[in-house]
């Protein structure tokens, strides 16, 4: 779960991260009157769930609460790169003498926490580590140990920071990991963390992503999760207990495992297709599961075909076979489906789905073939 730059900087600030006085405003006026309060000078950011919002127009630096007003009429109730601006953050401006990327993210080939640091800030970290790996700074931290004081050293002086300025980066560091580790995170950044020309370090930005796993146990995260900016499919999903991930191909997936829908969107993919999206409904699917699945699915206007890859273990192939026939008679789909179904009473189910004209294939791959074909025929029926 993603965070908004105002919800990190109120969890981040407990730890001693310093960011500039700011107060989320809904609407111009409220937005005019913190910009007073402020001061008049203030930076104007839409509070949407996107990368370089700089770039795209999310951020404006203002010199007086009446361009504020402006700006924040500009802003409110737009669209940037396809995200409805809804509030805005007013932060005073702090003059910068140079920005640095800090940033933590969960290593899993390390096994622990990597902070990164760069001398640049405002950077894309992944455009970065691609272009100029060299540019960034990188230590591992001990899940259990923490970060030693040498390797926050190691970030500070890797940036060009000396003396007491490297000493406050490298506190910033242990106060970032420390905060990434009590909130279960799988991503943090302060991008930019600026070194004001008063020789303070402050965070001009700040990207906090929860592992949505851990929330039962973070209860004030939980509920600042804003549902105005997730994919409607997604959170409808997550209601019925689905883990349903939506992507930008043609071909719907419903499967029943993790590692099972991976593996189709990968057998796919190998045959030239793309997956419309991931789609596991666990273990042991009762059989009025089925439709909330199918209609999740069908939701997406650019599914051409629906492909189920059920291995029957725990679940029941006819169990699953009955409830499919159902849903199919109860949503009456205009795209093709395609099944494969293995495992427990699979001749049973088979048999089910035969008599009600479902296409069966062999094998995953088979099956991926023959969605990409129907998939293909159906685009080419449609237009
Ligand atoms: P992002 O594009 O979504 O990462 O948005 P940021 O919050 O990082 O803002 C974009 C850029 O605006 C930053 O990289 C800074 O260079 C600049 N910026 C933001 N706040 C201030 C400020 O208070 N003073 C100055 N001088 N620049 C700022
Ligand atoms: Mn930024």
Same mark, same amino acid.
């Given at each position: 779960?993603?965070?908004?730059?105002?919800?990190?900087?109120?969890?981040?600030?407990?730890?001693?991260?310093?960011?500039?006085?700011?107060?989320?405003?809904?609407?111009?006026?409220?937005?005019?009157?913190?910009?007073?309060?402020?001061?008049?000078?203030?930076?104007?950011?839409?509070?949407?769930?996107?990368?370089?919002?700089?770039?795209?127009?999310?951020?404006?630096?203002?010199?007086?609460? &009446?361009? *504020?007003?402006?700006?924040? $009429?500009?802003? /409110? #109730?737009? !669209?940037?790169?396809?995200? @409805?601006?809804?509030?805005? %953050?007013?932060? &005073?401006? *702090?003059?910068?003498?140079? $920005?640095?990327? /800090? #940033?933590? !993210?969960?290593?899993?080939? @390390?096994?622990?926490?990597? %902070?990164?640091?760069?001398?640049?800030?405002?950077?894309?970290?992944?455009?970065?580590?691609?272009?100029?790996?060299?540019?960034?700074?990188?230590?591992?931290?001990?899940?259990?140990?923490?970060?030693?004081?040498?390797?926050?050293?190691?970030?500070?002086?890797?940036?060009?920071?000396?003396?007491?300025?490297?000493?406050?980066?490298?506190?910033?560091?242990?106060?970032?990991?420390?905060?990434?580790?009590?909130?279960?995170?799988?991503?943090?950044?302060?991008?930019?963390?600026?070194?004001?020309?008063?020789?303070?370090?402050?965070?001009?930005?700040?990207?906090?992503?929860?592992?949505?796993?851990?929330?039962?146990?973070?209860?004030?995260?939980?509920?600042?999760?804003?549902?105005?900016?997730?994919?409607?499919?997604?959170?409808?999903?997550?209601?019925?207990?689905?883990?349903?991930?939506?992507?930008?191909?043609?071909?719907?997936?419903?499967?029943?495992?993790?590692?099972?829908?991976?593996?189709?969107?990968?057998?796919?993919?190998?045959?030239?297709?793309?997956?419309?999206?991931?789609?596991?409904?666990?273990?042991?699917?009762?059989?009025?599961?089925?439709?909330?699945?199918?209609?999740?699915?069908?939701?997406?206007?650019?599914?051409?075909?629906?492909?189920?890859?059920?291995?029957?273990?725990?679940?029941?192939?006819?169990?699953?076979?009955?409830?499919?026939?159902?849903?199919?008679?109860?949503?009456?789909?205009?795209?093709?489906?395609?099944?494969?179904?293995?495992?427990?009473?699979?001749?049973?189910?088979?048999?089910?789905?035969?008599?009600?004209?479902?296409?069966?294939?062999?094998?995953?791959?088979?099956?991926?073939?023959?969605?990409?074909?129907?998939?293909?025929?159906?685009?080419?029926?449609?237009?």
């Amino acid at each position: 779960m993603n965070l908004h730059e105002y919800q990190a900087r109120e969890i981040l600030a407990p730890y001693g991260l310093v960011f500039p006085p700011g107060t989320v405003a809904y609407s111009p006026q409220e937005a005019e009157a913190i910009a007073r309060r402020l001061g008049g000078k203030v930076a104007v950011k839409a509070q949407v769930h996107l990368g370089g919002r700089g770039k795209a127009g999310g951020v404006t630096l203002a010199d007086t609460p &009446e361009q *504020v007003l402006e700006c924040a $009429e500009a802003l /409110l #109730g737009t !669209t940037i790169s396809g995200h @409805k601006v809804r509030k805005v %953050l007013l932060t &005073e401006t *702090v003059a910068v003498a140079k $920005e640095f990327y /800090l #940033g933590a !993210t969960l290593d899993r080939p @390390k096994k622990g926490v990597t %902070l990164m640091g760069a001398c640049e800030g405002g950077i894309d970290i992944e455009q970065a580590a691609r272009d100029s790996p060299d540019s960034i700074v990188r230590v591992t931290a001990d899940p259990f140990m923490g970060l030693a004081d040498y390797q926050a050293l190691q970030l500070a002086t890797g940036v060009g920071l000396r003396g007491d300025q490297a000493r406050s980066f490298a506190s910033i560091s242990k106060s970032l990991l420390a905060a990434f580790l009590d909130n279960d995170c799988s991503l943090v950044e302060i991008n930019p963390l600026a070194l004001t020309t008063d020789g303070l370090l402050v965070g001009l930005d700040a990207k906090m992503v929860i592992d949505d796993n851990a929330l039962f146990r973070h209860p004030i995260l939980a509920k600042m999760r804003d549902s105005g900016e997730e994919e409607p499919l997604e959170a409808r999903a997550r209601q019925f207990g689905v883990n349903y991930v939506r992507l930008d191909g043609t071909i719907g997936c419903v499967v029943n495992g993790a590692g099972l829908a991976m593996a189709t969107m990968d057998v796919i993919q190998a045959h030239g297709g793309a997956a419309a999206n991931f789609l596991d409904f666990g273990g042991g699917i009762k059989a009025a599961e089925v439709t909330p699945a199918l209609r999740i699915v069908l939701a997406d206007r650019n599914v051409r075909v629906i492909l189920f890859n059920i291995f029957g273990g725990i679940t029941r192939c006819d169990v699953f076979a009955q409830g499919l026939v159902a849903g199919l008679a109860e949503l009456q789909p205009t795209v093709p489906i395609v099944v494969r179904l293995v495992g427990t009473n699979e001749k049973e189910g088979r048999r089910i789905l035969e008599e009600a004209n479902v296409q069966l294939a062999e094998n995953t791959s088979q099956a991926a073939e023959m969605a990409i074909r129907l998939a293909d025929q159906f685009e080419k029926a449609a237009t």
